[in-house]
């Protein structure tokens, strides 16, 4: 497969962005969208033109919520429910011009090409009250009794992995989805309980 790329790149926090344009041929459909990334990274830095890319990623298993992008003016791409880790290029149209940005939050601001600055979602984990403490040795965790209907309502806001998508396709940039996910799952187990 071959694919035109408009990818926005901007040198630091400090300064203006732009999209350039890349031409990517031999892609597999069966490569996920970060690799192909790589795959045009390994390409610039052998050609000497320019600096690879800069994106945020982690697990590559669609658990971390590193992969954030947007894709074709969609966070993680055309596909719902699919991290852009877990996103094929076989989601794709041979020739097709794919438009790839950060996201377009001010709670996340760019850092260098498409990868955005996430601490302020960590302010908001912190601000809860979750603390880590050395106070000993950890109880085990399965000495903890947890009845099931509060652990299956963990679970389920648990399945918010923090991307950040929810408030970089707001317009309004909330993060309402988020914060609700995270307190709920906190507040749903011993850890969270008042003392």
């Known amino acids: 497969m071959k694919f035109t790329l408009k990818i926005w790149r901007q040198k630091n926090a400090n300064s203006a962005g732009k999209f350039e344009t890349y031409n990517i041929d031999n892609i597999n459909a069966d490569m996920s969208f ?5 795959v045009l990274n390994e390409g610039l830095i052998r050609k000497g033109e320019t600096t ?8 590559r298993e669609g658990i971390c919520g590193m992969c954030s992008m947007y894709i074709n ?7 719902q429910a699919t991290t852009t880790c877990q996103l094929y290029m076989r989601n794709f149209t041979d020739g097709e011009t794919i438009v790839i940005e950060p996201w377009r939050a001010s709670a996340f601001p760019v ?13 908001i984990i912190a601000a809860g009250g979750f603390i880590n403490v050395n106070t000993g040795q950890a109880q085990d965790a399965n000495s903890i009794p947890v009845n099931k209907a509060d652990a299956d309502a963990s679970m389920d806001a ?17 993060a309402m989805l988020f914060v609700s996910a995270k307190f709920s799952q906190f507040a749903l187990l011993p850890q969270g309980q008042k003392k």
């Open 111 to 123: 850092l260098k090409d498409l990868s955005v600055d996430r601490g302020s979602f960590d302010r």
């Open 52 to 59: 690879p890319i800069q994106f945020d990623h982690d697990c």
């Open 73 to 79: 003016g969609r966070a993680h791409g055309p596909k």
């Open 158 to 174: 648990a399945a918010c992995i923090g991307c950040g998508s929810c408030v970089a396709a707001c317009k309004n940039a909330s």
């Open 34 to 38: 970060l690799e192909m990334i790589d």
